[in-house]
């Protein structure tokens, strides 16, 4: 993942149509890149899929969730850096490090290479000959799948700050994709007319000894911004199963009513993230 990202082959390649099914999630470390093929470092690489055709959901590997080989932290099955027979092109194999925490362990996530992506990709049913996509793109899925799961900790984070003297430093247990799972609020927020969300992913975080399950619904903003390479707009919340989580919807929800939101914060997250990827990134091609 050394090359910086392309906006013009987000242009001419990844249309926006067919770049809003391209999602992702894993973790990492706070160091830099990593070459570790360890899949538990490895939050997941969710919804990949490039083209229109019905793969199967968020998770590159649903339907195999029962296999033995699954690991439980993140519903993946074993890394694998192997080119693919027909690959038409070698792709990296080095791993970014996040900045999310592991509950287990005193590190954070890894996210998957785009070869571990390409790879994911294939097994839920994509074949590139339908997209002709070049190694620039694969570097800027993989971009845009961490940048949205460094978005997603931050507005866990922003939860889990009403409990800061409980707990000052949440860490992710464990997560899984849930694609077609839609949760309640996603389908009334359809009835009244809302398109449903293209995915679903479920983080559990270790509150200092207490698991919390959060629900993150991924939406298609429908525009892609081509500096931050972001197209997907999130809605995390705490799951409704717990009087906590109730009491803790009740406020957010009191708040975005009497006080104005500041969309440009957001935006600022996103810079952020962005430019701490970009910083690990250019660090691997340094060393």
Not at 223 to 230: A, F, G, I, M
Request: aromatic fraction near 10%; glycine fraction near 2%; charged fraction near 25%.
């Amino acid at each position: 993942m050394g090359v910086q990202a392309s906006t013009l082959a987000a242009d001419n390649i990844l249309n926006e149509s067919s770049t809003s099914r391209l999602h992702s999630s894993t973790m990492v470390q706070p160091a830099s890149l990593s070459s570790s093929n360890k899949i538990e470092d490895c939050p997941h690489f969710q919804k990949q899929p490039i083209s229109h055709k019905n793969i199967p959901s968020e998770c590159p590997i649903s339907s195999a969730a029962a296999s033995s080989d699954i690991n439980p932290l993140n519903m993946m099955p074993p890394a694998n850096q192997m080119p693919a027979p027909d690959q038409p092109f070698p792709l990296s194999t080095n791993r970014v490090v996040s900045n999310i925490p592991k509950a287990d362990k005193d590190e954070c996530w890894i996210y998957p290479s785009p070869q571990m992506f390409w790879n994911a990709m294939l097994r839920k049913g994509w074949r590139w000959q339908d997209d002709q996509l070049a190694p620039a793109d694969m570097e800027n899925i993989v971009r845009m799948h961490n940048i949205n799961n460094e978005l997603a900790w931050m507005e866990v984070l922003k939860w889990e700050a009403l409990h800061a003297k409980e707990c000052m430093h949440p860490r992710l247990k464990n997560f899984g994709g849930r694609a077609k799972d839609y949760s309640p609020r996603a389908r009334i927020r359809s009835w009244m007319g809302y398109k449903l969300p293209f995915d679903r992913h479920d983080w559990v975080v270790d509150r200092c000894g207490k698991p919390v399950r959060y629900i993150i619904d991924y939406y298609d903003s429908e525009n892609l911004d081509h500096e931050t390479l972001t197209f997907t707009i999130l809605d995390v919340r705490p799951a409704f199963d717990s009087f906590g989580a109730v009491w803790d919807r009740m406020r957010a929800a009191w708040w975005r009513w009497t006080y104005k939101a500041d969309d440009s914060i957001r935006d600022e997250l996103i810079k952020v993230a962005k430019k701490d990827l970009d910083s690990k990134e250019a660090e691997i091609i340094r060393s």
